[in-house]
């Protein structure tokens, strides 16, 4: 069976720019996070979708956006890149809705983003 | 403010020893906890977890030990061998909402042959 799955796998874009991330999740999962990791920390957490609905944010300025899809893909957008966003972005799904019986999330490979 | 603290950067052990690798939280909310293992230019692969409810999980060569009154968390590998080197990430999180993980900065371990 296939994983998470992120394109595109590398992006080079400049400062200003939009750029559009995107994630299909495991097959029969519904809920989709998404996270940041900066070298030499850990993931940080984004946003997390689940039947279309927002479920939750971190703390990223408004620049960052997302959607889910009804086939629960889902697309990360940030607009006016500054070149702190540079960073690998996580996509990882989780079968179970969040609030119910806790259920490990399962991370794709990641779009690693270079903002110059 | 780190909520997730694993205070060793790096570990390195011989092929056959133990391994193990710490991690310490601070919010009393967390209920549960996760351990991913993470090779370079790959995401953070799921290892194995733990609800609060529980003190020690198993699952082969791994396991994962929590105390709660020390808010400290520990996983085992056992026997270690050269493919167990990764970033380890510890992660927590709090029951309700998104229940989005909190990450600790990881840990590099290297088994040596």
């Known amino acids: 069976d296939a994983g998470v799955t992120q394109s595109p796998t590398h992006l080079i874009k400049t400062r200003g720019q939009h750029v559009t991330l995107r994630c299909s999740p495991i097959?029969?999962?519904?809920?989709v996070s998404w996270y940041q990791q900066v070298l030499g920390q850990g993931p940080q957490f984004i946003f997390q979708?689940?039947?279309?609905?927002?479920?939750g944010r971190g703390n990223f300025p408004d620049r960052f956006s997302a959607r889910q899809f009804p086939n629960y893909s889902s697309e990360l957008n940030v607009n006016a890149l500054l070149l702190g966003d540079s960073a690998l972005y996580l996509c990882a799904s989780s079968l179970l809705p969040p609030g119910g019986i806790r259920n490990e999330q399962f991370f794709g490979p990641g779009t690693r983003l270079t903002v110059l | 403010d780190q909520q997730v603290k694993q205070n060793s950067p790096s570990l390195s052990v011989q092929e056959g020893r133990i391994s193990i690798l710490n991690c310490d939280y601070t919010n009393s909310m967390f209920d549960y906890f996760l351990w991913y293992k993470k090779y370079p230019a790959e995401g953070p692969t799921f290892l194995i977890s733990?609800?609060?409810?529980?003190d020690k999980n198993e699952d082969g060569r791994f396991t994962v030990f929590l105390n709660k009154s020390a808010k400290h968390l520990s996983l085992h590998i056992v026997p270690s061998q050269p493919g167990d080197s990764a970033v380890y990430f510890c992660a927590a999180s709090a029951k309700g909402g998104s229940e989005k993980l909190v990450f600790g900065k990881g840990t590099k371990l290297t088994v040596n042959p």
């Open positions: 979708y689940y039947e279309k609905e927002e479920r």
């Open positions: 097959s029969g999962h519904k809920s």
């Open positions: 733990i609800s609060s409810i529980k």
